[in-house]
Each structure stands twice: as structure tokens, then as C-alpha cells.
């Protein structure tokens, strides 16, 4: 009992040991990497997986009869199944691999062209990145339907009672993040799916952010699209996935043109392959594939149960630390929120902040996140935002405090 009992202690200084780049200097101090959010760092376990593949089986996948060829296939196809698992996707073929969300969002909003028109009305959140606002915006261009926005309150929470005003017959599609990128909320999806469906519109919802710290159940869900990219999860840049229903990708048209997606051509016609290569046009980021494979493998070995709570840990812990110094104000203050606090320090410049702050290690983002309308909500040009992985450690937010408070003294 005793054994079993120590095992699920979350050792986070054996977990550290697997992150080569958390052991280097930063002007002089101990890295302190606190912007999980905007990527995540990789563990060697990861390294070693694409450091294998150049060294040993590099080739082009799904074409050539020759052994390296079919090794690399069954790699790339290896992840795609472990994709699959992770989020619960009934079949591999509704997994589709992209360069990340954005590509994932533009894929789907491309395919929507076809399918709206004048008229038609799609809703999104006030909480949304930008690469889950601009795609939307040009399809409104192109058919001439509407968008409606859920609007959020002072905690950066959506007012899910203008949701229900605001959702119709008219309403085709509803989009937006699992968890707020610049404020950590969590949104209520669960029931913005349900209310959706009740009218018959198709739900994708963003999970960059959530992706790291909530392992999303597709079917559980029942939502219709679900994006998300590696390198927010321990994984490659440059790769991600589109998760769609089956019937979903079926209707829509593909977005790119070239090889590997097709089934026949001539200078006629051309025929489409099925799904998922009917999405994937040209040669995909084999390396990153298979390497978002090892890298789920990684974090689910360590459990995402494990990861919430050591995460939640850090965020009230940082939390309570931060709000200790006069005149700081966390924006998003959402019950159900992920380990991130975005924040400024009276009329303080948040760049000033990331500057100074920058000079003693710690890495922090500033300015708008890529979310414009959150910070135009507040009437703030951008935050300070400080955001945790599991791999972060109470130590490390001590000595972010007082570099902030360091960096207080010297502009105020
Ligand atoms: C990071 C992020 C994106 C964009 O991801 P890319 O990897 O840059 O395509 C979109 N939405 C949210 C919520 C994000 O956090």
C-alpha cells in the first residue's frame, strides 16, 4: 500500500530532469520559463524521438515500396492512432494533421464557404484568439452571414445568458476556445454544445490552450471539431490536428490541392482520396507527427490528473503571492480557470515589466496575447502574463515575485 501510495507523489524535480533546456542560464540567472502559454518546452524523450527519425528512418510516407518508406508510414500513422486514443475520436480518419490550430481553423472556416449564406448567422466567443476570430471574419465575406458574439463579465466570463438570446434557427456554427489563452478561463462548453445542437449548428471548439492541462473527450463532448497544436503539449512546432466527425469531414470540400490527397487525375477531373488524406495536401510534417506522439505519450504517462492538480497548486499559490503587492490587478479571476495569471501593476507598462524581468531569467509574455478584444474589454493595452506547466515549481514563483516587485521599484 505504502509502495503504491508514494508512486502517486508527483515528484517534480525527477519530472525537471527530463527538460534539457530548464538547466541553462538566462542572462546570467536559472531560467524561470513561464510562457507555457504561448509554447511549451520539450522533454528529451521527445528529442531523442525526432533525433531517431533523421538519424535512422527519414523517407516519405504513404508512396514508396521500400523499407524506410513503410517504417516512416507506420510511425506517422502509429501517432495518428495514438492521437486518436488520446482524445477519443471513435475513428483515426477523423483525425486530420495540420501545421497547428491555426491551419486546423482555416481548414474548417474554408470548408464552411460552400455551406452558408446570406442570411446565415455563426457565434463566437469574447474570449477568442485571433487565428479563431480572422478566418471567421473572411468567411462572412465570402457568403455574407452574420457574427454574433457572446459577451463576457468583469472575471472574464461569458454571459451564457446572451448565449441563449443570441442562438437561433439562423445560428449554423459556433466557435470558440476551451480555455481562454489570455485569461485561463475555462468556458462552459459541455453546455454550449448542447444549446447548439438544439438548433442544429455545428460547434468547433479551440483547444490550444486547453490542451495541456484538460485531456478532452470528443465523444464525451459530442462536439463537431476539435484543434488543437503540439507544441502547446510538449510537442514539435509546426504540426497539430483537426479532430472532425466523420459526416462533418465528409461534407466539407477539400481546403488544399496537390498530392496525397487525391485518388485520380487527369486534366479533366480530378477525384479525391478518402479521409484523412483528402485534407492532406502534399508532404506533411512527418517528423512533427510522430514526434506529437511521443510527446502524448510523455504527458499521459504522467497523467493529466496529476498535471490539473499540480498546476491548480501553482496558480493559487502564485495567486495569493502576486496580490500581496500594492496595486496589482489579475485579470480573469473565473472559478474554473487553467495556471494562468494575466496582470498589470498600476499604469505600469507590461513591456517595462517583461524587460526588467527578462534580465534576472524568468520568461513572461506581454502586450495583447493575440487577443485584442479581451484587452479592448478591459480598456488595456496588453497584461503581463505569467503561465504555468507542470514542470514549474513554487520556487520559481517566489523568485518571479520578487523580481516583480524588483521591477516595481524601478519604475515607479
Ligand atoms: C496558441 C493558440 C492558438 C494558435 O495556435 P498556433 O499554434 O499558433 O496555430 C489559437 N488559439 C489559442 C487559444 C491558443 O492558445
Not at 455545428?202 to 492541462?213: K, P, R, T, Y
Not at 507590461?350 to 509574455?365: C, E, N, Q, S
Request: charged letters at 25%; aromatic letters at 8%; proline letters at 3%.
Amino acid at each position: 500500500m505504502k509502495i503504491a501510495a508514494e508512486k502517486d507523489i508527483f515528484d517534480v524535480q525527477a519530472v525537471r530532469k527530463d527538460f534539457p533546456i530548464l538547466s541553462r542560464e538566462v542572462n546570467g540567472h536559472p531560467l524561470v520559463y513561464f510562457d507555457n502559454a504561448a509554447t511549451s518546452q520539450t522533454p528529451q524523450q521527445v528529442i531523442d524521438v525526432i533525433s531517431d527519425y533523421y538519424s535512422r528512418y527519414n523517407a516519405n510516407i504513404h508512396r514508396g515500396v521500400h523499407s524506410l518508406s513503410q517504417e516512416a508510414t507506420d510511425a506517422y500513422e502509429g501517432a495518428r492512432e495514438k492521437v486518436r486514443a488520446h482524445f477519443n475520436a471513435a475513428k483515426a480518419h477523423e483525425i486530420i494533421f495540420t501545421s497547428g490550430t491555426t491551419h486546423a481553423i482555416n481548414l474548417v472556416a474554408h470548408g464552411f464557404t460552400a455551406l452558408l449564406s446570406e442570411g446565415d448567422e455563426i457565434i463566437v466567443s469574447a474570449l477568442e484568439h485571433h487565428s479563431n476570430i480572422v478566418p471567421w471574419q473572411m468567411l462572412c465575406e465570402r457568403t455574407g452571414a452574420k457574427m454574433k458574439v457572446i459577451p463576457m463579465d468583469e472575471n472574464g466570463v461569458l454571459k451564457m445568458e446572451v448565449f441563449e438570446d443570441i442562438i437561433s434557427e439562423k445560428t449554423k456554427l459556433v466557435f470558440l476556445n476551451h480555455v481562454s489563452n489570455a485569461l485561463g478561463t475555462v468556458n462552459p462548453v459541455k453546455e454550449i454544445i448542447e444549446k447548439a445542437h438544439a438548433v442544429d449548428a455545428a460547434v468547433l471548439l479551440d483547444g490550444a490552450q486547453a490542451a495541456s492541462h484538460i485531456k478532452a473527450d470528443v465523444q464525451e463532448l459530442d462536439v463537431d471539431f476539435y484543434v488543437v497544436s503540439a507544441h502547446k503539449m510538449c510537442g514539435p512546432t509546426g504540426v497539430g490536428v483537426l479532430y472532425g466527425k466523420e459526416e462533418w469531414l465528409k461534407k466539407l470540400p477539400p481546403y488544399q490541392g496537390g498530392g496525397e490527397m487525391i485518388a485520380t487525375v487527369t486534366f479533366e477531373k480530378t477525384t479525391y482520396a478518402d479521409l484523412p488524406h483528402k485534407f492532406e495536401a502534399g508532404t506533411p510534417n512527418i517528423c512533427g507527427g510522430i514526434a506529437f506522439g511521443a510527446a502524448l505519450d510523455y504527458m499521459n504517462g504522467i497523467g493529466f490528473e496529476q498535471i490539473a492538480a499540480y498546476e491548480h497548486e501553482l496558480l493559487e499559490y502564485a495567486t495569493k503571492k502576486l496580490l500581496e503587492i500594492e496595486d496589482l490587478k489579475i485579470y480573469g479571476l473565473s472559478k474554473e480557470k487553467t495556471a494562468v495569471i494575466s496582470f498589470n501593476i498600476g499604469d505600469l507598462h507590461p513591456y517595462d515589466i517583461g524587460t526588467i524581468i527578462d534580465k534576472l531569467g524568468i520568461a513572461v509574455r506581454t502586450g495583447h496575447h493575440c487577443a485584442q478584444p479581451v484587452m479592448d474589454f478591459f480598456g488595456i493595452p496588453g497584461t503581463v502574463r505569467a503561465s504555468f506547466a507542470f514542470y514549474n515549481t513554487k520556487e520559481e514563483i517566489d523568485i518571479f515575485v520578487e523580481a516583480v516587485k524588483r521591477a516595481k521599484n524601478m519604475l515607479s
